[in-house]
């Protein structure tokens, strides 16, 4: 197992980076997650738009498009990776002393490893969700490793035997703590819109290609938490998740609490189109 620090590949206990590091004085650096199949990356070019958009939005240079290629090619290479989750986070780096703003520009730490991804070749048993409210920041769409309020949110899920908290902002569902949502209702598709309050998921973005290509009818706005209760389906997307079922909010279960034909027919054309 290698891991990758500022410009070394270390086992991971070696890999250590400073108490000055502004990402653990301050969670002032951002992430992100791109899944492997078979030893290739999927649909990288989206997650290092997202990852260049991420850096950008906090005042970070990106190392660009070269360097992430590369980065993700050796950490595969070096790893013999066949299905995994990369791991990637750029922090503003360390400094002499602790202030909120940086003084002058410290060089960023970066910080690359991998974990386990159990690719599931049937349909995922569907599970529960717990419905919260959307205690983040407004700048959702930035991948910030600050990530206390989902934390408290999952650790709530878990509580309630949940796999995740689905959040609500203003009576209208945002997205999961670590995931996006698709909710169907009356054959229609319906998912928050791409703004300032949710992650833009890559699993989302492609599961509406799919959706669109099978003709499935999709619409990117708001849908009110009110209405969770008369939903026919819905499910959850994210790198590590892929397509996952839910049979209950809460007390209240879906339909027949079973995987709903339209979910279904996206878990296919998403398994298929790994491939
Ligand atoms: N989480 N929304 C949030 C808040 C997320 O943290 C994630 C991903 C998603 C789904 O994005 P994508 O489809 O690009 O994985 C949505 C990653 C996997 C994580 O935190 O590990």
Not at 36 to 64: K, M, W
Not at 121 to 129: C, D, L, R
Not at 254 to 266: M, V
Request: overall charge negative; some cysteine.
């Amino acid at each position: 197992d290698l891991v990758y620090l500022n410009g070394e590949w270390l086992a991971p206990e070696n890999a250590k980076v400073s108490v000055f590091d502004r990402g653990f004085l301050f969670a002032d650096g951002i992430y992100e997650v791109i899944p492997v199949y078979q030893g290739r990356p999927f649909l990288a070019e989206h997650h290092l738009a997202r990852l260049h958009n991420s850096l950008t939005a906090i005042g970070i240079v990106d190392q660009g498009e070269h360097f992430w290629r590369a980065l993700i090619n050796e950490l595969i290479a070096r790893n013999k990776l066949s299905d995994a989750l990369l791991y990637f986070q750029v922090t503003r780096g360390a400094e002499a002393k602790r202030s909120h703003l940086p003084e002058g520009q410290p060089s960023p730490t970066i910080f690359a490893n991998h974990s386990p991804l159990s690719v599931h070749w049937n349909t995922p048993e569907p599970a529960k969700v717990v419905l919260c409210d959307d205690i983040r920041w407004l700048r959702c769409d930035i991948k910030s490793i600050s990530l206390l309020g989902n934390i408290m949110l999952k650790q709530f899920a878990q509580q309630h035997n949940a796999i995740e908290p689905i959040l609500q902002r203003n009576g209208y569902i945002t997205e999961g703590a670590s995931s996006n949502y698709f909710a169907v209702k009356d054959g229609v598709i319906y998912t928050a819109p791409a703004n300032h309050l949710i992650l833009p998921g890559i699993t989302r973005m492609w599961v509406l290609r799919l959706a669109q290509q099978l003709g499935l009818t999709v619409r990117e706005e708001p849908f009110p938490s009110a209405d969770l209760a008369q939903l026919d389906e819905l499910f959850l997307t994210s790198s590590s998740r892929e397509v996952q079922p839910i049979a209950q909010i809460d007390d209240i279960i879906i339909a027949d609490g079973r995987c709903g034909p339209i979910t279904k027919q996206l878990v296919e054309a998403f398994h298929q189109s790994k491939r």
